[in-house]
């Protein structure tokens, strides 16, 4: 099997809301398919373990915002890579709350839908869940972003960090060398008598 | 509830087959996601009454190719705009066999997924199978198509097409004008008895 098929899949991506009692969480996700008509109803599918989809599980009822091409890396920092566990994930960004009381997008979402929980099914890795619409709305007129503009565009690159490690010092006055990563603060060259910050290193 | 919302839903297209004894068929479907992992599995949704996911229910496998961007509006006519139970759909089109025997194109396809079903769930208009990964392969380095360029690009655009009612039929010999829509075949010019065929239609 030829894992790199599974990256020719196509994804819109979504942040996904919920409360459950007092805590509202969102997470993102990036498997949001209209499965059926009258009434219309989404599958997504959720890695276990996180708090959003736990929270589903308890309230029945979630909200996906679906991304458009405006959204920015910090929507995705703030909703993917940190857990609600230890943070408001809804502090400081602009939202609007639909009639079930749930988050959504004010920005960066080109629409809205409201669901409750008619039946899930637990996957090992993930737990999928569909939901009748209950409410949608268009909010944007932005094309949706794909999980492969993500990767290709939003995603910030890997950058190539030098790696040098220094292995001495060496006087610019005089080109005395001394041996060690690190020059004391208060050295001084016993050849010219300059201090410490007239060193330069020396990369191995 | 804001229908136009739906179309804000990122997807892909797929050929989605099956064969049952010797029945073999396909049909196009814009509803294929991985759900979870270890091991693989996929999501689909299909129309029910449809003659493909019909025979899945029977034979239990199916298969994905997943269309890139070089896919003509043909293949969505072949596959998506007539019934199996009329033609064979696979009869004149390139295609390859997987190792359960079932089909999967040979061109327009950047990947292709071989699949059993582990569960189905039958959702009045659709029924939505969950299918483990058994193949998975990369078959060309174009970009997977998405629903909404198929909209967009491939799809042909509805033309004007003049709804021209005939009133009569004018002789294009001597003038003469028949009344009515339909001029009879054997019909000869009372006035210079030419026949049907050197009349005009008079549009209303």
Redesign the interface.
């Known amino acids: 099997?030829?894992?790199?098929?599974?990256f020719?899949?196509?994804?819109?991506?979504c942040m996904l809301s919920t409360k459950y009692e007092d805590k509202i969480n969102g997470c993102i996700i990036n498997?949001?398919?209209?499965?059926?008509?009258?009434p219309?109803?989404l599958?997504i599918?959720c890695i276990n373990g996180n708090l959003t989809p736990e929270l589903i599980k308890k309230s029945g009822i979630f909200t996906l915002s679906?991304l458009?091409s405006t959204v920015t890396f910090d929507v995705f920092k703030r909703f993917g890579l940190q857990s609600g566990r230890d943070v408001d994930k809804f502090e400081g960004i602009d939202h609007l709350l639909d009639e079930q009381g749930l988050p959504y997008l004010a920005e960066h979402a080109?629409?809205?839908?409201s669901c409750k929980v008619v039946?899930s099914?637990d996957?090992?890795?993930?737990t999928?869940f569909?939901g009748e619409?209950?409410?949608?709305?268009?909010l944007s007129p932005e094309?949706?972003?794909?999980?492969?503009e993500y990767h290709s565009r939003i995603k910030p690159k890997p950058q190539t960090v030098e790696q040098k490690k220094i292995k001495g010092w060496k006087c610019s006055i005089c080109g005395y060398e001394y041996e060690g990563e690190t020059l004391p603060e208060d050295f001084m060259c016993p050849w010219c008598s300059h201090p410490a910050s007239d060193f330069e290193p020396i990369y191995e």
Do not use: W
């Open positions: 099997m030829d894992n790199k098929a599974f020719d899949l196509v994804y819109g991506v498997t949001c398919v209209q499965v059926a008509n009258e219309a109803r599958a599918s679906v458009d080109d629409a809205m839908f039946s099914q996957l090992g890795s993930h999928l569909i619409v209950l409410d949608a709305k268009v094309p949706p972003v794909t999980y492969g």
